[in-house]
């Protein structure tokens, strides 16, 4: 037993003699990581309070406790539910008490007890306790399994040099298998789970099993880490050989005047980084490599890859800008010398100039041009580059999956380098260029990440100043680029994304712009690019608006310029074999060029039959007809719909023919009211082969199903877009332009649409707009109305058809 007598600075020690009985309850002392074991000596520092008290006590009572090893460790209390249920009797045979209050005790294992209830938990935990003796079968396997503890534990003892040599000593003299096992097992760095688990086995044989297998694994694991220690350590030697070597040898070219490649290369580097005004973070950034580089051999695996890192950090136009034109005569002249038309963009180019000449601080919008292919999306782009005066890069989007792509590798990868927008920087060799982001509806995602989440901060202005590329892992400010991307749809960019630009949409043009379109860009680039002169390639506008409408059908000029340039190669072939141009190209000589006729107005042929009716679409590629067609048999009053169409225009089949069964005696008061009782109907839209959905086509379906029951044909230059209700209202749709524009293509000169719409003429070319005439509707019976022709003679099904009004104008425009 420990007494304690503190004069106030020293710290005496009493020792007196040990009681040897075990009490049926004694005090609870938990351990932190920490399992006791009996017939041991273990070490502890008591500071909780709780435990300075119950040893205190102890002290002054027979100075026995239990050690309890704790299942949670972080619990600085824990409860009795949060402690093992073995553990050792333990006898103070020495206890020191410090100036800060805690207490050094060592314990003196005694028997192993098991907790079997909890007589109180303050201000200690007590418990009644039972003691669990070992179970000892003497047999020679016993026998054999000492020894080959032992055995195994002298090779660790040799291993590692946290056991001490004594130790060896005092467990090859341990007779008795019991102490030998808490011996070893408490000398043993083994997790809490493992150390409680061999104390709570009472049959030495099947603990010494355990152990065993405990020791030869903690054998296995120091010989793997001796091996590991071996290599480091002939690599250090190897690597430090190496460095001597290199020192000598650079004293001995220095004393002899010869050059030092790899200095070489680092002092250019130094020199180039010097002469750019960098970032401070940078700079930092840039020394520290440099000073890495400088103590690495070339040899060095890293060395390659630091230098590339320097090298695109002195690539970057930190400090480099071009000086912007804000004349706005001028970049009007410049927009007017490259494109035809597109008068909404231009305004608005010119009206960011302005901004940038007023506030030169202030942050422009991210421009999304969207329209068709081959309407001069991209190279527009590069007008508006030459207009500011600022360098063009294009960075091509589609098909993008690798946000890596985007953002860059980290440089912990074989083979990393930045991202496209870094490159695109370099290429530029400014920090104020324009980019082209093409065809950024077309990104997609995979398992490798999401390009189109890492285009948030590239196209956001309030955080682009702060862009940070993997590979670089610096801070690049983007806040001065002027940033425009080109879509064919909006429908596949991710609304985030599409919240952070400006839309600014480019239809198709019209068949006149195509044709000044033609004349002033496309006929003189194809002879450039044929070896023509323009004189030896001149067409007339008959021969230009012959290729135009029989030879192309298209939103964009794309395929008109292969047209063009179809003719400027047979014009080049004449030339080369040494005959002259037969003056201008006109129409007859465009078609013998051309050969065949590619597109022909279908409306009049495919509308000459009661039950079809001409449709307008909106598609990425531009608008288009639609041909509507229904028919009638036999049958139990089902609808089949063909034509590969989306759930909506399957609704929207569905919803014309309830509005026309409901509205069969109006309609078609000559059938009788049972006749869907009897017939089944079949809606079919032509060119099955292309997915076609969407709303708009409600009011043209109903209008074939019309045409078909009364028998009157749908007037054949007539075209309409619209969705219809249940009740027969008119409800608005999009894309009104591009639906114009392929109306023209294809010869219609009357197009019914919603009344809604009506203020979306107004994006509509003048010119257009006069040769088309507008009907606007807001229900059913008006659409009937305009695009039915008058009752000629008896209905289809030898129904008979009542007297229909005759089409009459309703509000034209």
């Not at 435990?51 to 002054?60: E, G, K, R």
């Not at 004594?166 to 150390?195: F, Y």
């Not at 409800?731 to 009344?755: C, F, H, M, S, V």
Request: contains cysteine.
């Amino acid at each position: 037993m420990i007494d304690v007598v503190s004069d106030g600075s020293a710290v005496r020690e009493i020792e007196v003699g040990m009681a040897p009985a075990v009490p049926d309850a004694l005090p609870v002392l938990p351990l932190r990581e920490t399992v006791p074991f009996p017939e041991t000596l273990t070490p502890l520092a008591i500071g909780q309070e709780r435990s300075v008290q119950l040893v205190n006590d102890v002290l002054a009572g027979n100075r026995m406790l239990v050690m309890v090893a704790s299942r949670e460790p972080d619990v600085e209390e824990p409860s009795p539910e949060q402690l093992y249920d073995m553990g050792v009797v333990g006898v103070i045979a020495r206890m020191l008490k410090v100036p800060d209050g805690t207490l050094r005790v060592l314990v003196q294992g005694g028997q192993r007890v098991r907790i079997d209830g909890w007589v109180r938990e303050q201000p200690y935990l007590v418990a009644s306790i039972s003691q669990q003796p070992d179970v000892v079968e003497e047999s020679p396997e016993l026998t054999a399994l000492m020894r080959n503890v032992q055995q195994t534990f002298s090779q660790i003892v040799e291993a590692v040099p946290y056991l001490p040599e004594e130790l060896q000593i005092a467990v090859a003299n341990v007779e008795d298998p019991g102490s030998l096992s808490h011996l070893i097992s408490g000398s043993l760095r083994l997790p809490t789970e493992e150390k409680q688990g061999l104390l709570a086995e009472t049959n030495v044989a099947r603990r010494l099993r355990r152990l065993t297998e405990l020791l030869a694994r903690e054998l296995e694991v120091i010989s793997i880490g001796s091996q590991i220690q071996s290599q480091v350590q002939s690599d250090m030697d190897r690597t430090q050989r190496e460095f001597i070597l290199r020192q000598q040898l650079k004293a001995i070219q220095e004393e002899l005047g010869e050059f030092d490649e790899s200095a070489a290369e680092a002092n250019e580097l130094r020199e180039q980084l010097a002469a750019i005004e960098l970032p401070e973070e940078v700079r930092k950034q840039a020394d520290r490599e440099l000073g890495r580089l400088e103590n690495l051999p070339p040899a060095a695996a890293e060395h390659g890859v630091i230098r590339s890192y320097l090298e695109w950090i002195a690539s970057l136009p930190w400090d480099k800008a071009t000086a912007d034109d804000l004349e706005l005569d001028h970049a009007r002249e410049v927009l007017d010398e490259d494109h035809y038309g597109l008068t909404q963009v231009k305004e608005r180019i010119l009206e960011f100039l302005a901004v940038r000449k007023l506030n030169p601080q202030a942050r422009g919008s991210i421009l999304c041009f969207v329209g068709p292919p081959g309407v001069g999306k991209t190279s527009l782009g590069k007008s508006i580059a030459r207009a500011l005066g600022r360098r063009f890069e294009r960075i091509s989007a589609g098909g993008v999956r690798d946000e890596a792509e985007i953002r860059g590798h980290r440089r912990t990868y074989i083979g990393a380098m930045p991202g496209t927008i870094i490159r695109a920087l370099r290429d530029a060799g400014s920090n104020n260029p324009l980019f082209m982001i093409d065809e950024i509806d077309k990104m997609g995602s995979d398992f490798r990440g999401d390009p189109a989440s890492a285009m948030l901060e590239v196209l956001d202005p309030e955080q682009n100043e702060n862009f940070r590329d993997h590979y670089l892992d610096l801070q690049f400010d983007l806040s001065r680029v002027m940033f425009i991307t080109t879509a064919n749809t909006l429908d596949t960019i991710p609304g985030p994304l599409r919240d952070r630009m400006e839309t600014i949409e480019i239809a198709g043009y019209t068949a006149d712009e195509k044709l000044q379109i033609a004349k002033r860009y496309l006929v003189p680039r194809q002879a450039e690019r044929n070896g023509l002169k323009r004189s030896q390639l001149r067409i007339t506008d008959a021969a230009l608006r012959a290729v135009i409408g029989d030879y192309t059908r298209e939103a964009g000029v794309r395929e008109l310029e292969r047209q063009i340039g179809a003719i400027a190669r047979k014009v080049a072939r004449e030339v080369a074999e040494g005959g002259t141009p037969k003056g201008s190209i006109g129409e007859t000589r465009a078609r013998e060029l051309l050969g065949r006729q590619r597109y022909y107005a279908e409306t009049k042929r495919r509308t000459r039959l009661p039950g079809v009716a001409t449709g307008l679409a909106w598609t990425p590629v531009g608008g288009d007809v639609l041909f509507i067609e229904a028919q009638a048999f036999d049958g139990e009053g089902k609808l089949q719909i063909t034509g590969q169409l989306g759930e909506v225009m399957k609704e929207s089949a569905a919803a014309a023919l309830s509005y026309v069964r409901g509205h069969l005696s109006e309609l078609a008061p000559s059938l009788p009211a049972d006749w869907f009782s009897n017939h089944d109907i079949h809606i079919h839209v032509p060119a099955g082969a292309i997915p076609k959905d969407g709303p708009s086509a409600g009011i043209t379906m109903a209008t074939a199903l019309v045409s078909l029951l009364s028998g009157r044909h749908v007037r054949d230059d007539v075209a309409m877009t619209g969705e219809m209700t249940l009740t027969g209202q008119v409800l608005p749709i999009g894309g009104l332009k591009d639906k114009a524009l392929a109306a023209q293509r294809n010869g219609i000169t009357t197009i019914i649409a919603p009344e809604r719409n009506e203020p979306d003429t107004d994006d509509i070319p003048e010119h257009l707009r006069k040769r088309l005439t507008f009907r606007f509707v807001s229900e059913i019976g008006a659409v009937l109305e305009a695009a039915l022709e008058p009752i000629k003679a008896s209905g289809r099904n030898g129904s008979r058809v009542y007297a229909g009004a005759t089409p009459t104008e309703s509000n034209p425009r």
